[in-house]
């Protein structure tokens, strides 16, 4: 099934300071019992957006109407912990297309990945500007383009290039799962069978 195709988003952003984030906090354990992918943004950071008569939280950023947009930015050693993948869903599911970290877990990190969720590491100084920017402006925009592989800060022009694992790259760029992928390759597949 062809998933998203992402190559270039400009975008507020929703900003997280907060380190070690695994996936539990992501999304709890208790909400684990679907059998599909949808529903699952309804419950991301669950227990940090809602007390226990499910009221929203009003310190918790994803219930500030002050901040929005495609990208969440979060502390270092973001998906740490278990290895669901129901954690990606969550973030994709509730509207984000891009997460961006000084360090991710790396099942975190290839679970966004299988599942059209652009992980963006970035050093620990260029985080700290995008979290300077968007507490000095809330609408400050960051743009990511993944074919080219750099994060910049749209208001400065300062940007970092980032790394990304080719084969996924091609896979987010063109809308593609593992099986389209192989797909895509049958000419070359072809090619190489007739000449064995």
């Known amino acids: 099934m062809a998933t998203k195709i992402f190559k270039h988003i400009q975008t507020s952003v929703v900003p997280l300071p907060i380190e070690n984030i695994d996936t539990d906090q992501i999304i709890p354990a208790r909400f684990l019992k679907a059998t599909t992918r949808d529903g699952f943004g309804n419950n991301l950071f669950r227990d940090w957006r809602f007390d226990g008569d499910d009221n929203p939280k009003q310190d918790f950023v994803l219930n500030n109407p002050n901040y929005s947009g495609k990208i969440l930015v979060a502390g270092k050693n973001f998906g740490c912990g278990s290895s669901r993948e129901h954690a990606a869903w969550a973030i994709a599911d509730y509207g984000f297309d891009a997460v961006v970290s000084s ?94």
């Open 103 to 196: 360090f991710f877990a790396d099942i975190f990190k290839g679970n966004a990945l299988n599942n059209g969720l652009l992980p963006v590491q970035v050093s620990e100084d260029f985080l700290k500007k995008i979290f300077d920017a968007v507490y000095a402006d809330e609408h400050a925009a960051v743009e990511i383009d993944l074919e080219n592989q750099f994060i910049r800060l749209v208001a400065t022009g300062e940007q970092e290039s980032f790394e990304v694992n080719p084969y996924k790259k091609a896979c987010m760029t063109n809308g593609y799962d593992d099986i389209d992928y192989i797909l895509s390759k049958k000419e070359t597949i072809a090619e190489f069978e007739s000449k064995r």
